[in-house]
C-alpha cells in the first residue's frame, strides 16, 4: 500500500497535487511519501514482532537520501552500509553506531579504520583476510571490533541474475564449508569478538523458499560453531525481499517472510538481525517526468520523456518493469514505447506497452522508484544530478536539489599545458 493516488482526476502524493512539485522544482524529479515509508517500516517490523530479539538495519544503498534516513532512525532503525560514505549518512542522520553494520565485500584499510574509530556495532566479514586485516586495525587502535562471518550458503535466490548474490560463484561471503574454521580462528584473534553469522542471498526475491533453505543451513551452521565451544549471540538473515513493481504482481508479504523466519530460527536463542532495503523504500517513491513529445514509430509511438537511464538505471540495468501513469489520465490508453533522450538505445523504459494517453507537456510518474533509483542516478550525457523532494501530508520539502551540469562543469580544470 502507498499513498500515491487519483484525486478528483490528478495524481497526488498524500495530500499534495505532483503537478505542483513539478511546476516549482522542475523534472524529472524524485517524490517520496513519508507516511509510506512509515509505514512500511512499521509493517516490516511488526511482521517480525514474534520473534524474542530483534535489530533492523535499513539498507542505505536502496535510498541513501538524509531524510529517508533521519525518518527511519526516528522508526528505530539501524543502518547496513557499504562504503565509508554510507557509514557517514547513516551517522549524520542521527543514527548510532552501534546500530550501524558495515557490510561490502570490498571495505578497505580506510574505511575499516574509520569505523572501528566510530564504534560501529557489526563488520560483516566477508573473508578471512578482511577479518586478519580488521583485527589488526582494532588491536592497534586498542579497540575490539564486534563481527558476523558473512557466509555464502550456495543457494539460488531465483532473482535476476545481476542481483543475485548467495551462489558459490558469487563474489560474496566466505564457503559454507569453510566458514566453521573461519569462524573459529577469527574468534582467536584479539581486536576481533565473532559474535553471529549474516547470510544474504540477493534483491528482490518472490518465492521464500531459497530463504528458507539458507536459513536452515546458517542455523546448521550455527550449531556447528556452538559445537565447537564458539559463542553465537548474532545472526544477520539480510534484506532481499521483493516488491510489486507491476500492478497486480502477487509476492510475499512481510508477513509471509516473518513467518518463514520464524518458523527456523524463533529458538536460535540470539538477536536476530534483518537488512531490507527495497521493502521500505521501493514503493514509496515515484519518479515525475514530463513528455518531451511523441515521435511516430514504426509499430508503436515513442514517448520520450524528460527522465532517462541516469535518472533511473533499473530498466537499463535489470531489465526492471516500472508503472508508467499519467498525472492527470485523460481516460484513454494507447500502446506505445517509453524512452528518455539519452544517446542509447539502452534508454528505454518499456515497449509496446498500453499506457494512459499522454501527450508533449504532459506529467506522468514511474511508480515504485524509491529503491535503486536516485541512489544510482548520474551525469551521463551532461545531465543534471535529479533532485528529490519528500511529501508529509499537505507539506512537502526538496530534500536533495537538482545539481546542474554547470556545477559539475566548475569541478572540472583544463591543465596548464592544454591551455
Ligand atoms: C543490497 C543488500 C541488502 C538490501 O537488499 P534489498 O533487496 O534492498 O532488501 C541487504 N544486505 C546486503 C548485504 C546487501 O548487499
Known sequence: ?????????????????LADIAREVGTP??????????????????????????????AVK????????????????????????????????????????FSGVGKTRRELTAAVKAGIGQFNLESEEEGVELAAIAAELGLVASCALRVNPDVDARTHAKISTGKAENKFGVSYDRAAGIYARLSALPGLDMRGLAVHIGSQISDLEPSRQAFLKMGALMEEIRAGGLKVTHMDLGGGLGVPYKAGDALPTPEDYGAVVASVAR????????????????????????????????????????????????????????????????GRTFTANIVGPICESSDTFAMGREIDEV??????????????????????????????????????AVVAERIEPATILAAETVPDWLK
Open 359 to 396: 501527450a508533449a507537456g504532459d506529467l506522468a510518474v514511474f511508480r515504485t522508484a524509491g529503491a535503486y533509483g536516485a541512489t544510482m542516478a548520474n551525469t551521463y550525457n551532461s545531465r543534471a544530478l535529479v533532485p528529490e523532494v519528500m511529501v508529509d501530508g499537505d507539506k512537502w
Open 62 to 101: 536502496s535510498n541513501p537520501n538524509l531524510a529517508v534516513l533521519r525518518l527511519l532512525a526516528s522508526e528505530g532503525y539501524g543502518a547496513d552500509v557499504v562504503s565509508e560514505g554510507e557509514m557517514n549518512r547513516a551517522l549524520a542522520a542521527g543514527i548510532p553506531a552501534a546500530d550501524v553494520v
Open 29 to 58: 524529479v524524485y517524490v517520496y511519501s513519508r507516511a509510506t515509508l512509515s509505514r512500511h517500516a512499521r509493517v516490516f517490523r511488526e511482521a517480525l514482532s514474534a520473534l524474542p530479539s530483534v535489530h533492523i538495519a535499513f
Open 267 to 330: 529458538d536460535w536463542g540470539v538477536t536476530l538481525m534483518f537488512e531490507p532495503g527495497r521493502v521500505i523504500t521501493g514503493n514509496s517513491g515515484v519518479l515525475v517526468t514530463e513528455v518531451v513529445r511523441v515521435k511516430q514509430g514504426t509499430a508503436n509511438p515513442f514517448v520520450v520523456v524528460d527522465a532517462a537511464m541516469n535518472d533511473l538505471a533499473r530498466p537499463a540495468m535489470y531489465d526492471a518493469w516500472h508503472d508508467f501513469l499519467a498525472v492527470k489520465p485523460n
Open 1 to 17: 500500500m502507498d499513498h500515491f493516488a487519483l484525486n478528483n482526476g490528478e495524481l497526488f502524493a498524500e495530500n499534495v497535487p
